[in-house]
């Protein structure tokens, strides 16, 4: 079965400062990973995906993420961090050309970027 | 293209109590899959539903139950509500195949007292 596992439950930076939030993932067949961000008392919001195509992913928001097969990992980063992107963010995995949509998620890192 | 709408937002119901939840998906959307989070156990798969048919169900026990019908409309069902129970519910909509990209609704927060 698939899994991922989120490196630290929470993260704090300083306002334009570097934003690196960490995700490794377990799975025995080619993975499809995401990241998703979560705002107060609010549903998750998909900032970028990987489905198999270009290892550097580009999402919302200015952040991206790697995927790297080698260390199993899928790693969130944003060059500088704002204010705004104070949040919860969730990394998760589905099983590649799957039909069913079971998603997998961590357990969440929390952003606080300070001023 | 609205997004997918979650009723009601807050409940508040006590111990023994039974409770449904609704979920509306994007227009053209025929999977939903449902999501318990709570500050313990966090982001939890319940169970999906794609054509009026469960495809997918986590590891909850059999209080938990759902439906689709035909518009691809969703209810889940909680049944002899525990406290352990309350939680933000979440329900996710996505297209059938593809890149397995969900769409989230606001969620439902349930409180059980």
């Known amino acids: 079965a698939q899994s991922v596992t989120q490196l630290g439950s929470h993260v704090s930076v300083s306002e334009g400062a570097l934003v690196l939030l960490r995700c490794n993932y377990s799975s025995s067949v080619p993975p499809y990973l995401f990241w998703y961000v979560q705002y107060p008392n609010q549903g998750l919001q998909l900032l970028l995906k990987y489905t198999s195509a270009a290892t550097l992913v580009k999402g919302i928001n200015g952040f991206e993420a790697e995927f790297k097969k080698s260390e199993t990992s899928f790693h969130l980063t944003k060059p500088s961090a704002h204010m705004s992107d104070a949040a919860e963010y969730f990394c998760a995995v589905s099983v590649a050309f799957c039909d069913n949509n079971d998603m997998r998620f961590g357990a969440g890192t929390r952003l606080t970027v300070k001023p | 293209k609205a997004g997918v709408t979650q009723t009601p937002r807050y409940l508040i119901k006590t111990r023994g109590q039974q409770v449904t939840l609704s979920c509306s998906p994007i227009s053209g959307h025929r999977s939903v899959s449902w999501y318990q989070q709570t500050p313990g156990q966090g982001l939890q798969f319940l169970f999906e539903?794609?054509?009026?048919?469960?495809?997918n169900k986590g590891n909850f026990p059999g209080r938990f139950s759902g439906r689709q019908f035909s518009n691809s409309r969703s209810e889940m069902n909680v049944s002899t509500l525990e406290l352990g129970d309350s939680a933000l519910y979440l329900c996710a909509s996505s297209s059938y195949g593809g890149t397995g990209v969900a769409f989230f609704g606001q969620g439902t927060r349930l409180t059980v007292v």
């Open positions: 539903y794609f054509s009026e048919t469960q495809r």
